[in-house]
């Protein structure tokens, strides 16, 4: 897959969620100068007053646009939500496809509560990490692959003898598998999951089409279960799955 930059991306998406009478605004981002894919969100369906109900999905899906359908395109997307209760899915393009689905989920919103929620195409943690790795003594020991890991990692065909895995997290399940299965690490491989206690959710019934929560608790249940591996969780702020190859 290319390796492509967005040189700056316009689209902002503002929410304001209430979890009966839903007040719905954001502002639609503009087309960006010729020359660069010009992500952004179009004024679409879905603003204005939503009732949501009980037995309701509890997610909403928008239309992301580009200007220049090149390639394909993985774009993250960073959430701005002090209450915890939203997640997003990554934005993907195929290529020559001008459009894309960005899918936001809230599967814990509580009745009569007002939630207030940002949500904005995170185009600068590249250069971020990029120039945090320059300005490291070892940085010149330090490799930046741009991606998803499902195909960046079988790309570079390597063995590791540690991996941290802090990705999409409907994705865990498909990252050990991949791991494991591809013979991408070892014996005495070392693999470190964040976040797999989930602000606590995983101890608590799985709301309706929260596959984030899911998709956790799945990946914990397999590691727990697989003879191949030994783990140990450690509840140190949201939680790190220790795993280590027999």
Known sequence: M??????????????????????????PGEKDAE?????????QAGTGDIQIEPGDP??????VRRANTEGELHIPVKITDDQRVFSASEIVFKDEEPTAELVVYFP???????????????????EIAAKYFEASEYGHRIRQHVGS???VVPQLGEVYDMVFIDGDKREYPAYYNMLMEGGYVRSGSVMLADNILWYGKVAEPIAHNDKHTEAIVEFNRMVADDPRVDNV?????DGINMIRVK
């Open 108 to 126: 814990s919103i509580e009745r009569g509560v007002t939630y207030d929620c940002t949500i904005e195409i995170d185009d600068e943690l590249e």
């Open 233 to 237: 969780i450690v509840p140190i702020r």
């Open 149 to 151: 890991a499902l195909e």
């Open 35 to 43: 020359g660069c894919y010009g992500v952004y969100f179009p004024l």
């Open 58 to 63: 509890t997610y909403m899906t928008y239309t």
């Open 2 to 27: 290319k390796r492509y930059f967005i040189y700056f991306m316009t689209a902002l998406l503002s929410l304001a969620f209430t979890s009966c009478q839903d007040e719905l605004t954001y502002q």
